[in-house]
């Protein structure tokens, strides 16, 4: 593998040859790191409001607990918290400004079962009954200020049936509540448009609930706690009212469609690693025709075809092996430098998000030891009797 031709061209082919399969394969190693990086970038978002597990409504947008069942719930072992909540759509309005978004009544627990504290970028959640918390989305769209005196109107249709003149001409077909801002929150474009937190029982009051109906309930698990048994547990105190979905179930889109991109991104430069793997069989052929007169040598000593396609077929596997590993090494001291120094910026202040994982490296030194293999075996099978003779 480390000894030159006589012949300059086929030095040059097995040079390129060598780099292509070096440059591949860290191009794929670097590729896969960074789509790790976007991945976890991307559910860092989601997971800051979405808990560990949460109950939803098996039927319909509400459901009620009593107090034996929240008594139980708080005795689930392995549950460390749990929130309720309430949702619903709403029309928000500021002076001439509107727009629609959820307004989410949640207790006084919820900041500590989801990581939504860190998001506030100015403000605070307030001390008043009718603070409430937007977007940062929210707050450009409406231009609201933050202070006591000017309120934005939450206007949400009245529950029941019926058309409006049933209710008369004068009834309001809808209820409002005046909140004043007392702080804003900044995560992600679309969820920075979505949500106006407020306190769930005036929530409750908005939406003509009583204070045992919710939309949902997030729960929080111990460290080492096993999701599976505490979802059974939450099944038997609520019962089949409502459904429990983990983490990844309540993001089931974002999740298939991060390993769709994953998986379309892996066989893109697979494909190009393919390509670029071809030059190793016409490497080692050009080889073969180079060492033709060795080659002979050797059958003419007692050397069977099957050992002498063995030699190039071994000679393939150590160049793509040994490009893969180097290829490989690069790869790594480059994700280890964006790790250390951010050196490429998405902002000023953002560092393009990597991740190095040891299964990257695994699935890339298995890529190519397998297209070697291939290309190896189809390139030594050029080898037979009538070239030996030629």
């Known amino acids: 593998m480390r000894s030159k031709s006589s012949q300059n061209a086929v030095n040059i082919i097995n040079f390129i040859t060598f780099l292509v399969i070096v440059i591949g394969s860290a191009a794929l190693f670097i590729v896969l790191s960074a789509f790790a990086g976007l991945?976890?970038?991307?559910?860092?978002?989601?997971?800051?409001?979405?808990?560990?597990?949460?109950?939803s409504p098996s039927i319909g947008k509400h459901f009620t607990i009593s107090a034996d069942e929240e008594s139980a719930l708080a005795n689930i072992e392995g549950l460390a918290n749990y929130s309720k909540e309430l949702e619903e759509r709403a029309y928000l309005t500021y002076k001439e400004k509107s727009t629609i978004a959820y307004i989410k009544g949640v207790d006084e627990n919820y900041r500590a079962v989801t990581g939504v504290d860190s998001t506030l970028i100015f403000g605070n959640w307030g001390s008043d009954v009718y603070n409430g918390v937007i977007g940062i989305g929210i707050y450009n769209l409406l231009g609201v200020p933050m202070n006591n005196r000017t309120a934005m109107e939450v206007l949400v249709p009245k529950p029941g049936e019926g058309s409006f003149s049933q209710q008369g001409l004068n009834a309001k077909p809808y209820d409002d509540l005046a909140l004043v801002v007392s702080g804003v929150y900044a995560v992600e474009e679309s969820l920075d448009k979505k949500y106006v937190f407020a306190q769930l029982p005036i929530v409750q009051e908005l939406l003509q609930k009583d204070s045992t109906e919710v939309s949902g309930i997030n729960f929080k698990l111990m460290e080492k706690a096993s999701a599976d048994d505490v979802r059974s547990a939450i099944k038997e105190v609520l019962g089949d009212k409502v459904s429990v979905l983990t983490r990844r179930e309540q993001n089931t889109s974002l999740y298939r469609m991060l390993n769709t991109e994953n998986l379309a991104t892996y066989l893109i430069f697979t494909l190009v690693l393919i390509i670029a793997l071809f030059n190793v069989?016409?490497?080692?052929?050009?080889?073969?025709?180079?060492?033709?007169?060795?080659?002979?040598?050797?059958?003419?000593?007692?050397?069977?075809?099957?050992?002498?396609?063995?030699?190039?077929f071994i000679q393939g596997i150590l160049v793509t092996s040994f490009g893969g590993l180097i290829g490989v090494l690069i790869g790594t001291l480059l994700i280890g430098s964006q790790l250390a120094f951010g050196w490429l910026k998405i902002t000023p202040t953002l560092a393009y998000p990597v991740e190095f994982n040891i299964i990257n490296i695994l699935i890339v030194i298995g890529t190519i030891v397998v297209l070697g293999f291939i290309s190896s075996k189809i390139a030594s099978s050029r080898i037979n009797e009538k070239l030996i003779s030629t």
């Open 39 to 55: 991945r976890t970038f991307s559910l860092s978002f989601s997971n800051t409001f979405d808990p560990d597990l949460k109950a």
């Open 281 to 312: 069989v016409g490497a080692i052929i050009m080889m073969i025709l180079d060492k033709q007169q060795n080659s002979k040598t050797l059958y003419s000593l007692g050397t069977t075809i099957k050992e002498l396609r063995r030699i190039y």
